[in-house]
C-alpha cells in the first residue's frame, strides 16, 4: 500500500502548484481514504464580522509550509494513513438552512467512506451538521470544544441556527453526550451568568480563559482523556479560542484568550482518544492580513490528523 504524500519542497518550490491543503492530492470524493480535509466556505450564520467563507482557501494557502513529520511528536500520519483533499462542499449561499442540510449530506457520505473528516471552516454553524452526521454512524459524541464563546444560545435574532447556537442544538438533538464534552477558553462578555452556566446544568465541564492563563494545559488535558475515555471523540476548535495577538483574523475578537501554545497542548493532549475528525473554523481572511491566523489554523489541522489514532510515531 502506498500512501499519498504531500508534494515536497524540493519537487516543486513551496510557493507554486495548486494550493490544496498540505499539497496534497485532491479526490472528488473520500473513498479509499483513512481521513480527508474538507472546506466547508460558509460565513451567512455569522453575527458580527463575515469572511469565513474564504477561510478554506487561505488556509490551504498558508499549509503550504507543513511538511508531513512531526517534530514534537514523532508522527508521521502519510506513513500510516490513505488521507487527500476532498475539495469544498457546494453550499447554498443564499440559503442557511439549506446550506445546513447540504453539509449534513455532504458528510454522510464521507461517514459512509469511513474517512475521517478534518474540515476547514466557515463559520461556527457548520458544526451542527457535521456532528449530526456523524452521530448516525458513532452515537452520542464527546467533544473538545475550543472556543472564547460557548456557542449554547437558544437563539440569535430568532433564528434557531446560527454559528452562537450550535452546541444548545446538539445537546437538544442528543447528538453530544454533555458528560463527554469539555468547552476550553470561554471568556469576555455576555448577557447573564447562564451563557456558560447553561452547559455546566447539562453536565458539560467549562473551562473559562482564567482558569488557563498563566499555565500550561497539559495536567487539564490529562483530566481531560480521562473524561472522554471509552467512545468516540470529535476536536472543534473555534479559532477565536486563541488570543486575537495570535489570531486576529475572525470575526468576533475576544481578549484575554489562549496562547499559540496552549492551542497546541490541547490538540496534541488528545493524543490516545478515539478521535473521528475535527475542525477548524471561523478563520476570516479579510481581517488577516499577514496571513498568520489561516497559518495557525492550517497548523491546528494537521496536529488534529496526528492524534487519529492511525497516525503513528515513525520509529516506535
Ligand atoms: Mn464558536
Ligand atoms: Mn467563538
Known sequence: ?????????????????????????????????DACFVGVPLDIGTSNRAGARFGPRQIRAESSMIRPYNMSSGISPFDTMQVADIGDVPINTFNLL???????????????????????????????PILRALKKKYGPLGVVHV?????????????????????????????VDPARVVQIGLRATGYSDDDFNWPREQGMRVVQAEQCWHKSLSPLMEEVRAQMAGGPVYISFDIDGLDPAYAPGTGTVEIG????????????????????????????????????????????????????????????
Open 1 to 33: 500500500m502506498s500512501y499519498n504524500q504531500p508534494l515536497g519542497g524540493n519537487e516543486m518550490p513551496r510557493f507554486a502548484g495548486p494550493a490544496t491543503m498540505m499539497r496534497l492530492p485532491v479526490q472528488d470524493d473520500a473513498a479509499g481514504l
Open 98 to 128: 439549506k446550506s445546513v442540510d447540504i453539509i449534513e449530506d455532504f458528510y454522510d457520505d464521507i461517514v459512509r467512506h469511513g474517512a475521517a473528516p478534518f474540515t476547514m471552516g466557515g463559520d461556527h454553524t457548520i458544526v451542527l
Open 147 to 175: 472556543d472564547a464563546h460557548a456557542d449554547v444560545n437558544d437563539h440569535m435574532f430568532g433564528e434557531k441556527v446560527a454559528h452562537g447556537t450550535p452546541f444548545r442544538r446538539a445537546v437538544e438533538e442528543n447528538l
Open 257 to 316: 484568550g489562549l496562547t499559540t501554545i496552549q492551542g497546541l497542548e490541547i490538540v496534541r493532549g488528545c493524543r490516545g482518544l478515539e478521535i473521528i475528525g475535527g475542525d477548524l473554523v471561523e478563520v476570516s481572511p479579510p481581517y488577516d492580513p499577514s496571513g498568520n491566523t489561516a497559518l495557525l489554523g492550517a497548523n491546528l489541522l494537521y496536529e488534529m490528523l496526528c492524534v487519529h489514532p492511525k497516525a503513528t510515531p515513525r520509529n516506535l
